[in-house]
Structure formats: structure tokens, C-alpha cells
């Protein structure tokens, strides 16, 4: 399985960028996908999540009411709709599938980087 993030880029403050993540290879259900984010020298932290069949949504606090994910129309992909962005955005993002929930991801992507100017 692979999952490929694209649509990062380098934006000033202020601006917006959409995020997609699609799957390939072997064929799977996800229950869940989310978008995770490092920054440079910290962890890795959760942005957002949707639920598969519900579409039941989570966000990070430092994001919610600034970003927006949606399923795709194909299988296991998903969107990340990024407004009102700031330097404290700047990361490189992962997109994740889960099979069983929306704390532990299996799949991984190999990540976008979104750079925010001041």
C-alpha cells in the first residue's frame, strides 16, 4: 500500500493550500484517514481526521476552525484544506490510513511540505 500526499508548496501568511492523499497498490478498507504534520526539530503531531463511513471529523485545536478534511471520491483518499495559514504552519505533511480507528495509523504517506512566509 501506498499512499502519496501532494499540493504542498511554499505560500505567504494568509493564504490557502489543499492537500490530497490517494492510495494504490493493495487493495484496503481504511476506517479512518488523517493528516499528521513536523515541524522542523519537533515530533510529529495530529492535524485532522475523517472517519470512512461517517465522515465524522477531529481536529487539532491549533487547526480547527483554519483547516478542513474531506474524503475524495475514490477509496482511501482524502483532502486537506488549508486557509488562513500561518508561519506556524510551516511542516512537512502526512497524510494516514487506519483500519480500525482514528488514534494508530498502518499506512503511511511520504509527505508534502507546506512552507509559510511572514
Known amino acids: 500500500v501506498q499512499l502519496q500526499a501532494s499540493g504542498g508548496g511554499l505560500v505567504q501568511a494568509g493564504d490557502s493550500l489543499r492537500l490530497s492523499c490517494a492510495a494504490s497498490g493493495r487493495t484496503f478498507s481504511s476506517y479512518a484517514m488523517g493528516w499528521f504534520r513536523r515541524g522542523v526539530g519537533k515530533a510529529r503531531e495530529f492535524v485532522a481526521a475523517i472517519t470512512w463511513s461517517s465522515g465524522n471529523t477531529y481536529y487539532a485545536d491549533a487547526v480547527k476552525g483554519r483547516f478542513a478534511i474531506s474524503r475524495g471520491d475514490a477509496e482511501n483518499s482524502v483532502y486537506l484544506q488549508m486557509n488562513s495559514l500561518e508561519p506556524e504552519d510551516t511542516a512537512i505533511y502526512y497524510c494516514?490510513?487506519?483500519?480500525?480507528?482514528?488514534?494508530?495509523?498502518?499506512?503511511w504517506g511520504q509527505g508534502t511540505q507546506v512552507t509559510v512566509s511572514s
Open positions: 494516514a490510513a487506519s483500519l480500525d480507528g482514528v488514534v494508530s495509523y498502518h499506512y
